[in-house]
């Protein structure tokens, strides 16, 4: 088998079938352990459910966030989740992956083009050299140009601006995790009618914080100078100057692109594979939960001489993508078209009501854990529980906002 990439997805499923006895190559622009830029956060209880709590850097057990308008004592009291959030120590995670992966055979290249036939593929990279496999797994981003996947429009991204930094003073309560702060007293009316976008932020320790300016969802992404400025506004507001800027960052992921096209005889895996979950951008859980199925499925196909690489990937997509997860996908895809018309009042209005969920129900929804019945119910109940105004833009989604000026 050959890996397209060196992110989490590459090094996940390379691991997972390097550990059935597979043989694994993989190629990838970057040495597969260098650095990686992004740094990923999880709830803990999906760790602790895979044993690999450990590999946790950071983790807080104050998590809250803030779904009223800001301005008086009951706009800003927090929703407080209950369960605990943590931070990915990276390098571990990395390692984790690697130790299992031990034997790979990493090619410091990156793969321009693949010629599928009946029994191999081959990989031609951008060094020249041509890589020859039963099946090649497209495991190199959202961004992937080897695989197909239909056309539906402006597919939306998750759009954020964050600093981790000191302080003149606490940006948020010491100690303490904010999953989404949606409280918007601090723009204009003006602003007030774009598209809404809430603070991520934690406490790192020693002074540090994060704090980050995010859009849920948005096409196209919501302009990094605007989510800058909104978080300059929300510190402002709160008398919080930032002394020092340690690392920047700058966030754009796609949140609803189409499942991949399941007949095609190239595989994939992660952002390649649509695994974001649409509702919430998270994947690092699904990586961990969905490879050991898909190196299960492949290992057993690769047992058979006769499969080439058309079967390989057909076989490949069935594990990946059974028609629960596809049709799970397809609630979640329909639930987040229905979000990114709401205004900021909506928004916050569904938020409360969603979080006022049983939390094995929001937990489940958000980790896409909840088998498909149960996700349905779910659904069913949060449209119950919701008020009048919210139940239409559930059903015939909301009126069309203002366009934001700074959309073109
Ligand atoms: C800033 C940011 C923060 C995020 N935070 C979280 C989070 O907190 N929790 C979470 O669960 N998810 C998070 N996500 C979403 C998702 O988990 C990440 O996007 C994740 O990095 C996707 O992993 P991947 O391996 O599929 O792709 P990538 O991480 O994009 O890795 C792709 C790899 O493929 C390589 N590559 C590219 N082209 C080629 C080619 N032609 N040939 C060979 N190799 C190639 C790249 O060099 C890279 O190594 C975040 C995403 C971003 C962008």
């Given at each position: 088998?050959?890996?397209?990439?060196?992110?989490?997805?590459?090094?996940?499923?390379?691991?997972?079938?390097?550990?059935?006895?597979?043989?694994?190559?993989?190629?990838?622009?970057?040495?597969?352990?260098?650095?990686?830029?992004?740094?990923?956060?999880?709830?803990?209880?999906?760790?602790?459910?895979?044993?690999?709590?450990?590999?946790?850097?950071?983790?807080?057990?104050?998590?809250?966030?803030?779904?009223?308008?800001?301005?008086?004592?009951?706009?800003?009291?927090?929703?407080?989740?209950?369960?605990?959030?943590?931070?990915?120590?990276?390098?571990?995670?990395?390692?984790?992956?690697?130790?299992?992966?031990?034997?790979?055979?990493?090619?410091?290249?990156?793969?321009?083009?693949?010629?599928?036939?009946?029994?191999?593929?081959?990989?031609?990279?951008?060094?020249?050299?041509?890589?020859?496999?039963?099946?090649?797994?497209?495991?190199?981003?959202?961004?992937?140009?080897?695989?197909?996947?239909?056309?539906?429009?402006?597919?939306?991204?998750?759009?954020?601006?964050?600093?981790?930094?000191?302080?003149?003073?606490?940006?948020?309560?010491?100690?303490?995790?904010?999953?989404?702060?949606?409280?918007?007293?601090?723009?204009?009316?003006?602003?007030?009618?774009?598209?809404?976008?809430?603070?991520?932020?934690?406490?790192?320790?020693?002074?540090?914080?994060?704090?980050?300016?995010?859009?849920?969802?948005?096409?196209?992404?919501?302009?990094?100078?605007?989510?800058?400025?909104?978080?300059?506004?929300?510190?402002?507001?709160?008398?919080?100057?930032?002394?020092?800027?340690?690392?920047?960052?700058?966030?754009?992921?796609?949140?609803?692109?189409?499942?991949?096209?399941?007949?095609?005889?190239?595989?994939?895996?992660?952002?390649?594979?649509?695994?974001?979950?649409?509702?919430?951008?998270?994947?690092?859980?699904?990586?961990?939960?969905?490879g050991s199925r898909l190196a299960d499925a492949l290992a057993a196909a690769l047992a058979d001489p006769?499969?080439?690489?058309?079967?390989?990937?057909?076989?490949?997509?069935?594990?990946?993508?059974?028609?629960?997860?596809?049709?799970?996908?397809?609630?979640?895809?329909?639930?987040?078209?229905?979000?990114?018309?709401?205004?900021?009042?909506?928004?916050?209005?569904?938020?409360?009501?969603?979080?006022?969920?049983?939390?094995?129900?929001?937990?489940?929804?958000?980790?896409?854990?909840?088998?498909?019945?149960?996700?349905?119910?779910?659904?069913?109940?949060?449209?119950?529980?919701?008020?009048?105004?919210?139940?239409?833009?559930?059903?015939?989604?909301?009126?069309?906002?203002?366009?934001?000026?700074?959309?073109?």
């Amino acid at each position: 088998m050959l890996v397209l990439g060196g992110g989490p997805a590459a090094l996940c499923i390379a691991s997972e079938l390097h550990q059935r006895g597979v043989v694994v190559e993989g190629i990838a622009p970057d040495p597969v352990d260098a650095a990686w830029p992004n740094t990923y956060g999880i709830w803990v209880d999906e760790l602790k459910a895979l044993d690999l709590e450990h590999l946790i850097e950071h983790r807080w057990s104050d998590t809250v966030s803030y779904f009223g308008a800001g301005g008086s004592e009951a706009a800003d009291q927090p929703l407080v989740h209950g369960i605990d959030y943590g931070l990915f120590d990276r390098a571990a995670l990395q390692n984790h992956w690697l130790q299992r992966a031990l034997g790979v055979v990493w090619h410091q290249d990156t793969a321009d083009h693949l010629e599928v036939g009946a029994d191999h593929t081959l990989v031609t990279c951008a060094s020249g050299e041509v890589r020859k496999a039963r099946a090649v797994i497209d495991a190199s981003g959202a961004g992937s140009s080897h695989i197909r996947r239909p056309d539906q429009g402006p597919v939306a991204g998750q759009a954020a601006y964050g600093v981790v930094g000191r302080f003149s003073e606490a940006p948020i309560s010491s100690g303490r995790f904010v999953l989404m702060d949606y409280r918007c007293n601090h723009l204009s009316e003006m602003q007030r009618l774009e598209p809404p976008t809430f603070l991520y932020a934690m406490d790192l320790g020693d002074g540090v914080f994060f704090v980050e300016e995010t859009s849920l969802a948005w096409a196209p992404g919501v302009p990094y100078d605007v989510l800058k400025q909104r978080l300059q506004q929300r510190l402002d507001q709160r008398g919080v100057q930032i002394t020092e800027v340690i690392h920047e960052e700058f966030c754009l992921f796609p949140m609803n692109l189409p499942l991949p096209d399941r007949s095609q005889p190239v595989l994939a895996f992660g952002g390649a594979a649509s695994m974001v979950h649409p509702a919430s951008g998270y994947m690092v859980g699904a990586l961990l939960r969905r490879g050991s199925r898909l190196a299960d499925a492949l290992a057993a196909a690769l047992a058979d001489p006769s499969l080439g690489s058309v079967d390989l990937a057909r076989r490949g997509w069935q594990a990946l993508w059974p028609m629960e997860l596809v049709l799970r996908h397809q609630l979640y895809q329909f639930g987040l078209g229905r979000l990114m018309g709401f205004n900021e009042q909506l928004l916050r209005r569904h938020f409360a009501t969603f979080f006022s969920l049983p939390r094995e129900d929001w937990f489940g929804f958000l980790t896409n854990t909840l088998p498909l019945p149960r996700l349905m119910a779910v659904m069913l109940r949060l449209f119950a529980l919701s008020p009048w105004e919210l139940r239409r833009g559930l059903v015939l989604g909301a009126e069309k906002r203002q366009e934001p000026g700074f959309r073109r």
